[in-house]
């Protein structure tokens, strides 16, 4: 499985961003996936979490009722849509596909900057 994210970049407070995961190769065997994101001197946390079907999700308390995670799955993508964004947002954000198997895949990252 190979995951590439997009659509990260600069914004401001208060902005709105978009995030895409495209998934490619063994995407058969893709169940759960989810955003995570790393911010300069801190441990990679998860943002948000979305079931196979897209029937189920979660999120990070800091995020709750600003980002909304979705799939589709017949175009083999996630996308993390970020709202009200704000400076303690930015981060390098990694896109992650857990397998049947309990194997998962990380992409390479996409930053996104939050200008206060």
């Known amino acids: 499985v190979q995951l590439v994210e997009s659509g990260g970049g600069l914004v401001q407070a208060g902005g709105s961003l978009r995030l895409s995961c495209a998934a490619s190769g063994s995407t058969f065997s893709i169940n759960a996936m989810g955003w995570y994101r790393q911010a300069p001197g801190k441990q990679r946390e998860v943002v948000a979490g979305i079931t196979s079907g897209g029937g189920s999700t979660n999120y990070a308390d800091s995020v709750k009722g600003r980002f909304t995670i979705s799939r589709d799955n017949a175009k083999n993508t996630m996308y993390l849509q970020m709202n009200s964004l704000k400076p303690e947002d930015t981060a390098v954000y990694y896109c992650?596909?857990?397998?049947?198997?309990?194997?998962?895949?990380w992409g390479q990252g996409t930053q996104v900057a939050v200008s206060s």
């Open positions: 992650m596909a857990l397998t049947g198997w309990g194997t998962r895949y």
